[in-house]
């Protein structure tokens, strides 16, 4: 048909020229005459066409150079300079990275530049060029080929192109584009791109011989008419051959045109998918509507491409394998495919293929019977048939009833659960099943009532829980059963047996609270046992400590040391286990303060510093500089856990180092992050199977010996515990005899902007004396009457003592005193019951009532707070906490030690606060020197070596506190001054200045001692 139509075509005009020809006299004569016009015509059109082009291309690159510098940021431009001093700065290299962008987006662009005039030069400003490349110009660099037409824009203010200049990069057609401020009007700078030369000529040149192919072409036409012309008279004998020919083949072409038709019709109307392809290389050339609705493509996304191009096969290769079939018997019937649409839903069809002939192409027609929709129906059916046979196994009993509520389903285990015989179910009878299942309902009325309202309401839902009379206990679920279109068919039951978990969850029960009742019982035990041990130990701690006082001998004095020492250490026992009580029964509580986390590590590896020293060791302490200023940590637990990390660490280390490393790890917004810290130590190491008993409670590693390293095994139990409760976690690296590595890390961690609170110093207790006021002691054990007093007549206060409430209330009653402390647990009347009368009195109310307790624990410390007291204090109690709290409630007054003459004072500071010991005579004024010089060395200069060694805080404070007292006794200022100035530093953590200042002991020892004689 194509042929036939292409061939009437060229039959009508070559007889339309021919009758144009033949109605020209002179024929000749007007060819030669159109092929002179033609020829000069046609020269005129090419040097048209070559200045078009100049133009063209030139008007182009004008634009695209006027549209990039107006891109550009003109108030960074502002800011430029045209010198060296500009590169480096933001706005070049702002400028700089446009200007590559303009580059690296316009190919044709060669360089893109920024230049200014100044003193009738042209100077670069910034260019497009890495500061690498050989072509790179820096700012300030002259433009020493600069012509005339460089210098216009800025004399005109007028974008222009320059002609080819040929320079030191090559030969360049430049675009100028001056910048100008919008404010005043005057030139910024000037902004040239340059484009290869030869991109013009070459673009002019092409457009040319696109000129001068087109009048080559009109001219070999009007020679091709002049032959024609020649053969006018061939081409008239011709022409009723033609007409004839024609006639012919219009009949021929109108049947093969109606033959067409009707294939067509058929093929694109056609219900199952259709193609037609060619055997050599499987290009589509045909495809129907069914086809395309089907697989959802596009005509003009089919044809020309092959079936592996569209991705049709789901399995690639079962196109070769259809060739394979059809080359064997020249044709394909009846074959199972996979066919994927747009978008990758997968068909499954029946392919059939047959050879046809298409303009003499070998081609395959084929055609495609979806059949997904029944492939679906069987694998549907099937998956039910499956399902009804799985029912079977099910661990439920399951009921299936229709819409009118008979029986239509149950499985195996429905009879099992009911205990209901065969033939009572073979019978399918809805009244003798239901009555077989009422008699074994503890409540069949409730039974019945749930089942009716379901009936009822068929879109419900329903789940209990059914008891039966043998003590069983079944789950019941329903669910009604609907299709696809919403209508109702009927209800499924589910029964399950649930008596065993039902039990188990009892036990359960029952277990948690007999662990509930063991808890509160361990819990009261505890804080019996906290006050009867805490009360002897505050008699124990507080009388050593005036007989330490009073004691002169220093072998006795060194007993008194070895107990309160022992005490110490007992409390710090009863602590760690109070401690891990707490969290156990999760009654510890944490106070989150801003804290600077770089203060704290010091502070801990400063602690530490000199024992290790002692040991031989190193320490390394590496502390991230990016840590924040102020964290929101509780800065008495992370102590905690840090005391008892590299205690074991130093403790657990012969030789070698240990090393303290903290980081953090940031998260995107930066206003939390993870704290991670960790201890690393060259010591004895752990085992393997030791690492999975050290974090519990009284667990200590094989390998460690408990007479030579002691300790409980708490620390780690607690330190675990503590981290964990903090949102961390804890892990442990360790080789035997070669050390361990215990990292913790701390998520979640706040980043605080408010600046950690410097702790205050506290007054030296020896620096107070109270005014003559009354203070009632309530206590039914007289030793801790008896030390309370012996402390507070030291400080001239008027004690009153009772031996408990009942008797407080009546004293407070006469005597009106000034303020109470009170204990808790008493006879007759409690501290609780005391309490609450006074603070109801209206005459007694505002007294102030301190409590005293032995009970560490939290539920005690919530029930003091109840009864209305104004503060309370933990036994054993320290003489700085008593004296604290009763400074907040009596008057008390500073005493100050005499003024020393001009010259007399033995101590004096130097610019750094170091002490510097003064001229001899002043000694002079030491009372009984030959005693203090004895003492000095029997006693006080022992203590002093074991502190350089252990250099324990709270012990430093209290030996300097001592050195005090012994400064006022002999009237040696320079014990005083020194005491009271190390007390301050180590009250205060003052670490850095505490190791000097602790230095300067023995310089003031040696000097008290060369004045024997």
């Not at 009716?452 to 068929?458: D, F, V």
């Not at 029960?509 to 819990?523: L, P």
């Not at 003489?879 to 030690?897: G, S």
Request: glycine share 6%.
């Amino acid at each position: 048909m194509i042929l036939g139509g292409t061939t009437t075509i060229k039959a009508k005009v070559t007889i339309f020229f021919l009758n144009l020809i033949n109605r020209i006299n002179k024929p000749r004569l007007l060819i030669a005459i159109l092929l002179s016009a033609t020829i000069v015509l046609g020269f005129v059109y090419i040097h048209y066409s070559w200045s078009s082009s100049i133009d063209e291309i030139s008007s182009w690159a004008l634009k695209i150079a006027s549209t990039a510098g107006s891109s550009l940021n003109g108030e960074m431009l502002k800011k430029l300079n045209g010198l060296p001093e500009d590169a480096g700065t933001e706005p070049y290299e702002s400028i700089k990275k446009k200007l590559m962008e303009i580059v690296n987006i316009n190919k044709e662009i060669r360089f893109a530049y920024f230049y200014t005039q100044r003193d009738g030069k042209i100077y670069f400003m910034v260019d497009s060029e890495p500061a690498d490349s050989k072509d790179y110009s820096p700012p300030g660099q002259e433009f020493t080929e600069a012509d005339k037409e460089d210098f216009q824009p800025f004399e005109d203010g007028k974008a222009l192109i320059t002609k080819p200049v040929t320079d030191r990069w090559g030969t360049w057609v430049s675009v100028l584009v001056p910048l100008k401020d919008p404010e005043t009007g005057k030139i910024i700078a000037v902004f040239g791109t340059d484009y290869p030369a030869k991109m013009w000529s070459n673009n002019a040149i092409t457009v040319t011989i696109e000129s001068s192919v087109v009048l080559i072409a009109i001219v070999l036409l009007l020679l091709a008419f002049y032959k024609l012309i020649s053969i006018n008279k061939f081409l008239k004998e011709e022409k009723s051959k033609l007409n004839t020919a024609n006639d012919k083949i219009i009949n021929a072409v109108s049947e093969i045109k109606k033959s067409e038709e009707k294939f067509s019709k058929a093929f694109h109307s056609g219900a199952v998918l259709m193609s037609i392809s060619r055997i050599d290389d499987g290009r589509f050339i045909d495809i129907n509507e069914a086809f395309l609705k089907t697989l959802g493509f596009k005509r003009e996304e089919v044809i020309g491409n092959t079936s592996a191009d569209l991705g049709i096969f789901a399995d690639k290769g079962q196109r070769a394998e259809i060739k394979k079939l059809f080359d064997n018997k020249n044709t394909v019937s009846n074959l199972e495919v996979q066919i994927r649409g747009q978008g990758g839903f997968v068909h499954t069809g029946i392919l059939s293929v047959d050879f046809v002939d298409v303009a003499n192409t070998p081609c395959w027609l084929s055609t495609i019977t979806d059949i997904t929709e029944r492939k679906k129906m069987e694998e549907t059916l099937l998956l039910k048939t499956m399902l009804l046979t799985a029912q079977e196994a099910s661990i439920d009993g399951i009921l299936a009833v229709d819409d009118e509520g008979h029986s239509i389903f149950f499985n195996k285990r429905f009879g099992e659960i009911w205990n209901m015989p065969q033939q009572v179910l073979d019978t399918m009878d809805d009244k003798k099943m239901l009555g077989y299942i009422f008699e074994q309902l503890k409540d069949p009325l409730e039974f019945n009532r749930k089942v009716a309202n379901l009936y009822k309401h068929k879109d419900r839902k329903s789940r209990d829980e059914i008891g039966l009379v043998d003590g069983r206990f079944i789950d019941r679920y329903s669910s009604p059963l609907t299709s696809a279109d919403g209508k109702y068919h009927g209800r499924i039951w589910y029964f399950r047996d649930i008596t065993e978990s039902k039990l188990a969850v009892r036990e359960l029960i029952n277990a948690k609270e007999q662990a509930e009742a063991a808890n509160i019982t361990k819990s009261e035990f505890l804080a019996n046992m906290s006050h009867e041990i805490r009360t002897p130990m505050n008699a124990i701690i507080g009388f050593s400590e005036i007989l330490k006082e009073q004691v002169k001998d220093p072998k006795y004095i060194g007993y008194i040391d070895i107990i309160l020492a022992s005490g110490k250490n007992l409390l710090g026992l009863i602590n760690d286990i109070l401690d891990l009580s707490k969290i156990e029964a999760g009654k510890l509580e944490f106070q989150y303060r801003p804290v600077d986390p770089h203060t704290l590590f010091m502070d801990i590896s400063k602690i530490f510093e000199v024992k290790i020293k002692d040991k031989g060791l190193r320490l390394i302490t590496e502390i991230d500089g990016k840590l924040p200023p102020s964290l929101l940590l509780d800065e008495v637990r992370i102590r905690q856990i840090l005391f008892n990390l590299v205690g074991n660490a130093v403790k657990f280390t012969p030789n070698g180092y240990i090393e303290l490393k903290v980081k953090g790890v940031f998260y995107p917004k930066r206003n939390k992050m993870d704290l991670i810290f960790s201890v690393k130590d060259t010591g004895i190491g752990i085992g393997q199977d030791d690492k999975k008993i050290i974090f519990d409670a009284f667990q200590q590693s094989q390998g460690q010996s408990t007479k030579q390293y002691g300790g409980t095994g708490l620390g780690l139990a607690i330190t675990k515990k503590l981290v964990e409760l903090m949102n961390g976690g804890i892990t442990v690296e360790s080789i035997v005899d070669k050390g361990s590595i215990f990292t913790i890390i701390i998520k979640e961690v706040s980043i605080s902007t408010v600046k950690p609170e410097i702790e205050v110093r506290k007054l030296d207790i020896k620096d107070i004396s109270f005014y003559n006021q009354k203070v009632l002691i309530v206590d039914d054990i007289e030793s801790n009457r008896r030390l309370l007093s012996e402390i507070l007549n030291i400080y001239g206060l008027n004690v009153q003592e009772a031996k408990n409430g009942k008797e407080a209330i009546k004293i407070a009653e006469n005597i009106k005193p000034d303020i109470i402390l009170m204990d808790l647990r008493m006879p007759v009347m409690d501290g609780y019951e005391a309490t609450k009368i006074l603070k109801e009195d209206s005459k007694l109310k505002n007294i102030p009532i301190i409590i005293l307790t032995a009970s560490a624990m939290k539920t005690s410390d919530d029930d003091i707070k109840k009864i209305g007291s104004d503060s309370y204090l933990r036994k054993p109690i320290s003489r700085p906490e008593l004296l604290a709290e009763l400074k907040k409630y009596l008057k008390f007054k500073t005493v100050e030690k005499d003024e020393a003459m001009p010259g007399s004072a033995l101590l004096k500071a130097d610019s750094k606060g170091n002490i510097a010991i003064t001229p001899e005579d002043d000694f002079a004024k030491i009372k009984k020197l030959p005693e203090l010089i004895n003492k000095l060395e029997n006693e006080i200069f022992v203590k002093y070596g074991k502190l350089k060694k252990e250099f324990i805080i709270n012990d430093i404070e209290d030996f300097a506190l001592e050195i005090v007292g012994l400064g006022r006794k002999y009237n040696a200022d320079m014990l005083s001054d020194w005491g009271k100035k190390l007390s301050m530093q180590a009250d205060s953590f003052d670490l850095e200045n505490l190791t000097i200042t602790f230095d300067e002991f023995e310089p003031i020892i040696n000097k008290i001692n060369s004045f024997r004689d």
